[in-house]
């Protein structure tokens, strides 16, 4: 496929990423016009932008946005408009103390995202949502009304983030019933 037929913003997906701290001289400085288009999420996670070429996404840079002709808040829009086109089949699996989400394992991670997506997952859990993305792939979900919920999820976010072979984040997020939050409380 021609980077001229994937590069297109019926193609652009939104992508999250963990943000890593900055240490020491980056090995590659890349120009302002070269660099990925980025919004900050919550915690250590960044939202990224990439154009679908089937076997790999194709990250959107800031000189995308002139030569697409749009802003960097309607990219964003766009993506998560591309996102619910794609009538993902999110599917609910519930284990003894958390459940995990999946959406045909692209997409996972991205379904914070959408607050339709909580609204209904709000009845399956006893208490707030708390959800862990360790990958892209893996989306874990607790209810906070019952500490063991949160060591578990815990024990599953540490054991997935020692698998998988792109790790996201071990933090915690909290649903508030509009937004995500960094969750603070019981988590062992």
Do not use: C
Request: aromatic content about 8%; charged content about 25%; hydrophobic content about 45%.
């Amino acid at each position: 496929m021609s980077s001229a037929a994937f590069e297109k913003l019926e193609r652009v997906f939104p992508r999250l990423y963990v943000a890593l701290p900055e240490v020491g001289e980056p090995d590659v400085v890349l120009s302002a016009e070269d660099s990925p288009v980025e919004r900050p999420f919550l915690a250590d996670l960044v939202v990224f932008y990439g154009f679908d070429a089937e076997s790999h996404y194709v990250i959107v840079a800031r000189r995308d946005l002139a030569r697409l002709g749009i802003s960097q808040e309607e990219l964003h829009d766009r993506a998560l408009q591309n996102l619910r086109a794609l009538k993902l089949q999110v599917q609910a699996h519930q284990g003894d103390r958390i459940m995990m989400l999946t959406a045909g394992g692209d997409h996972e991670a991205v379904l914070l995202l959408l607050p339709e997506v909580w609204e209904s997952v709000s009845s399956m859990v006893s208490g707030r949502i708390v959800a862990a993305v360790p990958a892209r792939d893996v989306l874990y979900v607790a209810g906070d009304a019952d500490p063991d919920n949160l060591t578990a999820l815990r024990q599953w976010t540490s054991r997935a983030l020692e698998k998988v072979d792109k790790p996201l984040s071990r933090a915690f997020l909290l649903w508030t019933g509009e937004q995500w939050q960094e969750y603070r409380g019981y988590a062992e």
